[in-house]
């Protein structure tokens, strides 16, 4: 079945560490989204991509790095520098604008935390 | 100031009975397009129906339809028989123009009663 696939489910992080967040989708879409969501509240983007090798920041991209080395994969990095990281990481999915009543397509979810 | 305005933190309606979730946004793009998601407590979002700015009728997708006044800048979703499993979070979110960014509303808990 095509969808989103985003690993670990659950993840802790310890101070002034990096962690990876993994998100891989075999819907052959082009453009891939990373949200935060916080408790309560509404989905925040942080970045997104349109095609390979190239990405853009969104609203809330301090303190996060991200990839887009194949189509497939758009792995997010949370960084040291991210001083609240707890919260709920969302990738999604797209065809390209010009498509726009194309919705994006969301995985599961990770659960990140701090120890 | 915030482009998507959902004013009810919560709700309540009881199974089998309509309900009306309120959304409004704010753009001064004559292109856009507006989309409604639920979450469950997984946290999955599954997307449940879209409108776009120059769609004449409004959108039904099943249970779910979507009152669209456009001079307003509202697009409230409306659930047709409610059933215990719509008890979620609902999102209503924006996208502006030709671009693929979604903007998204603080939300809205539905809690359905038996």
């Known amino acids: 079945d095509g969808g989103i696939t985003q690993s670990p489910k659950y993840l802790f992080r310890k101070e002034g560490q990096n962690v990876t967040l993994s998100c891989e989708q075999n819907?052959?879409?082009?453009?891939m989204y990373w949200y935060r969501q916080d408790p309560g509240q509404g989905l925040r983007l942080i970045y997104y991509s349109q095609i390979v090798n190239d990405f853009q920041k969104g609203d809330i991209a301090e303190g996060y790095s991200v990839s887009r080395e194949k189509k497939e994969s758009f792995p997010l990095t949370v960084t040291s520098a991210q001083k609240n990281p707890t919260a709920f990481y969302l990738c999604?999915?797209?065809?390209?604008?010009?498509?726009?009543?194309?919705?994006?397509?969301f995985g599961d979810g990770t659960r990140l935390s701090i120890l | 100031a915030q482009k998507i305005t959902q004013t009810q933190p919560g709700m309540f309606v009881q199974e089998k009975e309509a309900v009306t979730l309120d959304c409004t946004y704010d753009t001064s793009d004559q292109s856009y397009g507006l989309f409604w998601y639920k979450q469950p407590s997984s946290g999955e979002m599954i997307f449940l129906i879209y409108q776009g700015s120059y769609d004449e009728q409004n959108a039904t997708e099943g249970r779910y339809s979507l009152n669209f006044q456009k001079a307003r800048k509202s697009a409230n979703l409306v659930i047709s028989a409610s059933q215990l499993g719509d008890s979620a979070m609902y999102f209503c979110a924006m996208r502006e123009g030709d671009g693929n960014k979604l903007v998204f509303g603080a939300g809205t808990i539905l809690r359905v009663k038996s």
């Open positions: 999604a999915s797209s065809m390209l604008p010009g498509e726009s009543n194309q919705p994006q397509h």
């Open positions: 819907l052959n879409h082009d453009a």
